[in-house]
């Protein structure tokens, strides 16, 4: 393999990924590191759609959900027989 085969295969792509790496990185880890304050107002909003997060306790795995029970099916139909003429 010659030398500029293997930059156009191996090193271009490396370069590219860290400049992408070096370009998003930053801009999205305020998105993910940062807390959000909500006023009571919005707290309470929250609240009454039903929406509700807490952290699981340090040191504890969160709990497995519940298996869901199979749904049991419509009983069918019965139709009469049809009668001879």
């Not at 191996?10 to 304050?37: H, M, Q, W």
């Not at 909500?38 to 504890?60: K, N, Y």
Request: glycine letters at 4%; one cysteine or more; proline letters at 16%.
């Amino acid at each position: 393999m010659s030398a500029s085969r293997f930059a156009a295969v191996n090193i271009v792509p490396l370069l590219g990924r860290i400049l992408l790496c070096a370009a998003f990185v930053p801009a999205g880890y305020d998105k993910i590191f940062s807390k959000t304050e909500l006023t009571t107002e919005q707290a309470a909003r929250l609240d009454a759609i039903g929406w509700s997060w807490t952290p699981p306790p340090l040191g504890v795995a969160p709990a497995a959900p519940p298996i869901a029970k199979p749904a049991t099916p419509a009983p069918a139909a019965t139709t009469p027989a049809p009668s001879k003429p």
